[in-house]
């Protein structure tokens, strides 16, 4: 095994500062794990946070990436929860275990350490196990993408058969809210902008195609394909003015789960439908471990495949990056 590693390093905002640089090879401290990298997938966070860091109070240099799938090569003093050979997926939140989550918690990848690196040292708690029916490129897409459509639609919206779910563009979250959904016996009704990715998602289980920009009233096409019923959940990702839309596609008591920024950090509605429609609005912020837990098992439960765009080698950041930025039909994925 070689004495060095290889980690990719930002100094500065923006992507052209991106570098991949060689450092010793640690030694996992007490309570630590050594982990091989296998994979890591891209979110649009990653791209955000080499732009302009978020808001974020980051230590340069900084490594980013949250969501990655890898071997465990050694442990330190005290583990009990992995020994080597394991196969892990890191957890997006550090602290967050199950319930309510603590005001000290934070994200790999952002104020915590970042995933993109041939190896990393995780604290033996910010893993789980990976599914056993996944290759190691899709197991990394769980952590963020995955995880973010479960909490919104099984852990927190009690999500049922027969029901309808809508979800906004063909990303890694809502193609991941598709398969969930139907792998729970509800319709699916995608909004997008391309034909084609309309296209790609009905082969996947959507229920229903709208072309956003071929459609003068998607809403109203929505409300019209369910029925005049409304839909049972929305998975909000544009964000923005969006929000308003979507709240005027549930129906009754319907609960929409804000989850991305495409259009804004300000989101705006009417309040009419707020009143008249009863809904629930929930910010979704990925999800604690346990949950991620329970993800996996369903995973390997239904066979569910997550859908990757593209792969790309490690070295070749910088391309995935471009890929990402043009809004793939999918997950694009590091592989090392």
Known sequence: MSNTLQRWQLNRFGAHHLSLESHPLPSPGPGEVLVRVEAVSLNYRDKLMIDNGMGMPLTMPFTPASDMCGTVIATGEGVTRWRAEDRIVSTFWVGWMDGVCPADAFALGGIGPGMLASHVLLNEHWAVAAPRTLTAAQAS???????????????????????????????GV????LQIARAHGAQV?????SDHKLEQARALGASHGINRHGTADWVSAAREWTG????????????????????????????????????????SSSVFPVIMGRPTIQGISVGHRRALEELVRAVDATGLQPVIAAEYDYTELPLALEHLARGPFGKVVLKF
């Open 189 to 193: 009704i995608v909004v997008s902008g």
């Open 141 to 171: 897409t769980l952590p963020c993408a995955g995880l973010t459509a479960w909490f919104a639609l099984v852990e927190t919206g009690a999500l049922r058969a027969g029901q309808t779910v809508l979800v906004h563009g063909t990303g």
């Open 228 to 267: 005049g019923r409304g839909v049972n959940h929305v998975l909000e990702i544009v964000g923005g003015a969006n929000l308003g839309r979507s709240l005027q596609t549930l129906g009754q008591g319907g609960r929409a789960s804000v989850i991305g920024l495409l259009e804004g950090d300000q989101i």
């Open 174 to 177: 809502a193609l991941f809210g």
